[in-house]
């Protein structure tokens, strides 16, 4: 592996790729559709990239390959890294505490050893094949102490740091009995990049007060500490988003059109689709959602004849306890509402416990009338930035949580407070009866927004902010850069 290297890496829990082995038994790779990698696909090109790790399947060790014009440099987990780095510390531990604790993080010294070591194994890999001056972008919270584990290996990386999730405020942020090497290890990037101004700000607090560094946002200082000089870390929001492009060009195909007919035809012609999307997870609201339909259900607001909820619940974290239980418990009220209200030709709800291919998810978005995003908490939410992208007749209503990081942006939305299964109701209720007009005013708007902002744009600004933080720190004197590794990515004219 040494003898590769690259001025532009990527390093995430799961590589952009999954292994298929066909009937024969013969092992290829696929990429995994996703707004990241289409950003980064014409960044990595043009600066010589590579992306580093997990390959999907435990106790596979492979050699760096190439996929769609990537370098893909695969880092071995084992099962039992699988359990307590994965699925122990990142998924039941970090995942609950930096939603909000609507689950009970688990708090295991195990997990937290097993995730220090994992860490180190990513560090050491992207280390392992970064160019003298590279710029590195670690994802998400699996790998908060990649970023200071790479500075001390190698001062000379440009690292930059993406938080896909919130951040949480100090107060539920101080339970963590490693809050301190949390914080130290983000500090360890050049730029560390949050959805939210909130996410942000909850961050730069935690840094006054667990380490007491001055900050003056976006900028946290940083002292030096022995022969390290002082330096200056970038703390601040970029919204995540999606290929916008992409997703208008899947949602216009014919096919997909009258795929959405269909869909709309099988479900028995109701007046109203509404549709829910989301990884069958407990941050997701799927529970309130159910709970405010049966009501209305109940109470003969609405009747099974006129409306149809489909939910698409895709299986994720099927070994962790509590995704057990939830699922459990949604299929409990998704099977007492169909039982309590369905009729032999209309069910209350059509649920899908299943993932789809991205054509049917397109179709689906056309189809739905009402596209419900509840979220309890969420760093931000893809799927309502699908649902406007693939709207180009401008109809259909976007009930959403302002608890999503996508309700920063997506001011024309209906905007709910799901806890609140009332206000829930009444807004479902306006949205069934919104006149065509109120429809695609908000639509339209709820467009434009979406447009301004595509992945590429995110990525863009991520890495530009990256390049400038490169100058600041040449500037102050910081870690002797060679600076010949600046790149710069032209991107092709989009249409
Ligand atoms: C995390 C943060 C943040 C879902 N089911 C199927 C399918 N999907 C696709 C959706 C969407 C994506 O998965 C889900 O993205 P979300 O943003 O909604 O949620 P998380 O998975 O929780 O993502 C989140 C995100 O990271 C990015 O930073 O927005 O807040 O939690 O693109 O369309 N795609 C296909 N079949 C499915 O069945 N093809």
């Known amino acids: ?138 994802q998400d919270y699996q790998l908060q102490l990649v970023p200071a584990m790479l500075r001390e290996a190698r001062p000379d990386l440009l690292i930059g740091f993406f938080n896909h999730i919130p951040f949480p405020a100090y107060g539920l942020y101080s339970q963590l009995p490693w809050r301190l090497q949390i914080i130290d290890g983000l500090l360890g990037a050049d730029v560390v990049g949050f959805q939210r101004v909130a996410d942000a700000g909850n961050f730069s607090r935690a840094v006054r007060r667990l380490r007491g560094y001055t900050t003056k946002s976006p900028v946290i200082e940083v002292p030096g500490v022995d022969d390290a000089p002082a330096r200056r870390v970038i703390a601040k929001p970029f919204p995540i988003s999606i290929d916008v492009a992409g997703f208008q060009e899947l949602a216009s195909r014919p096919e997909v059109q009258e795929r959405a007919r269909q869909i709309r035809e099988d479900l028995g012609n109701p ?85 789809f291919p991205r054509e049917e998810m397109a179709a689906l978005y056309l189809a739905a009338d009402v596209m419900l995003v509840t979220a309890l908490r969420d760093g931000m939410n893809l799927v309502a930035k699908e649902y406007v992208a693939a709207r180009s007749d ?65 990525s863009d600004s991520f890495l530009a902010t990256l390049r400038r933080a490169r100058r600041t720190r040449a500037a102050w004197g910081g870690s002797g850069l060679p600076g010949e590794a600046e790149w710069t990515v032209e991107r092709p004219p989009q249409s």
């Open 1 to 138: 592996m040494a003898d590769e290297s690259y001025s532009f890496v990527v390093v995430s829990n799961r590589l952009p790729v999954d292994r298929v082995v066909d009937e024969a038994g013969n092992a290829s790779w696929k990429q995994s559709p996703g707004g990241l990698v289409t950003a980064l696909e014409p960044v990595m090109r043009a600066a010589d990239g590579a992306w580093v790790g997990w390959a999907g399947q435990a106790d596979l060790d492979l050699e760096p390959f190439d996929n769609a014009g990537i370098r893909i440099v695969p880092v071995p987990l084992s099962e039992s890294d699988l359990e307590l780095y994965y699925e122990g510390f990142s998924n039941d531990t970090l995942w609950p505490l930096y939603h909000d604790v609507i689950a009970q993080p688990s708090y295991h010294r195990e997990w937290w050893e097993r995730y220090v070591q994992v860490n180190r194994r990513f560090a050491e890999a992207v280390a392992g094949v970064s160019a003298p001056g590279a710029t590195v972008w670690v």
């Open 271 to 355: 007046k109203t689709i509404m549709l829910g999307v989301d990884r069958l997870d407990y941050t997701k609201g799927i529970t309130h959602r159910l709970k405010a339909f049966g009501e209305l259900l109940a109470d003969g607001s609405l009747s099974v004849e006129d409306v149809t909820l489909v939910q698409v619940a895709t299986p994720s974290r099927e070994r962790v306890e509590s995704y057990r239980q939830l699922r459990d418990e949604i299929e409990l009220a998704v099977g007492r509402i169909n039982g309590d209200y369905g009729t032999i030709s209309h069910q209350a709800i059509s649920y899908l416990h299943h993932g």
């Open 394 to 458: 401008e109809d259909g209503v976007l009930i959403l949580s302002e608890f999503a990081g996508a309700s920063d942006e997506l001011r024309a939305a209906l905007l709910v407070n799901p806890h609140d299964i009332d206000g829930l109701k009444d807004t479902i209720l306006r949205a069934i009866d919104m006149p065509r007009h109120e429809r695609r005013k908000r639509m339209h708007s709820l467009r434009k927004k979406v447009a301004e902002n595509d992945v590429s744009h995110w």
